[in-house]
């Protein structure tokens, strides 16, 4: 992957935060101090609520046809999918790769029309690669 972006939810429609947005987008910015190729994002800072097709859909308009899209999503948020705004577009929009999480034990949606890759650990959310030539 040539670019792996951090990106805090502004207001997610799963989960009840603790931090805000600031905060969050801070904590990102230090974890990832010195790491070339990683960076926070403010994709989300402007979306309330944060959908991840709003998201990826705003993120594509920066990339060249020929890039590829990677949403990297912990298994349990992946298990689901189904109940996420227009989840059929994400799936058709972004290659997953699916990371496992300590302790979680989770089951994938059964009518899955995609292919999940499984990696350890990590707490990462989108990446692309981009196509040969562009830049």
Do not use: C
């Not at 992957?1 to 799963?14: I, T």
């Not at 101090?33 to 993120?59: C, F, H, M, Q, W």
């Not at 990677?70 to 989840?87: H, P, S, V, Y």
């Amino acid at each position: 992957m040539d670019k792996v972006l951090f990106v805090p939810a502004s207001r997610p429609p799963h989960k009840r935060l603790h931090a805000s947005y600031e905060d969050r987008y801070r904590m990102i910015e230090l974890a990832l101090d010195n790491e070339p190729g990683l960076a926070a994002s403010r994709l989300e800072a402007d979306l309330v609520p944060s959908y991840s097709i709003d998201t990826i859909e705003k993120l594509k308009q920066q990339l060249s046809s020929g890039d590829r899209l990677f949403f990297l999503i912990g298994a349990d948020a992946f298990a689901e999918i189904q109940t996420w705004k227009r989840w059929r577009d994400v799936v058709n929009a972004v290659e997953f790769i699916v990371v496992s999480r300590p302790d979680i034990d989770t089951t994938y949606p059964r009518a899955r029309a995609f292919t999940a890759r499984h990696f350890g650990p990590a707490r990462v959310v989108l990446g692309y690669s981009r196509a040969a030539g562009s830049r």
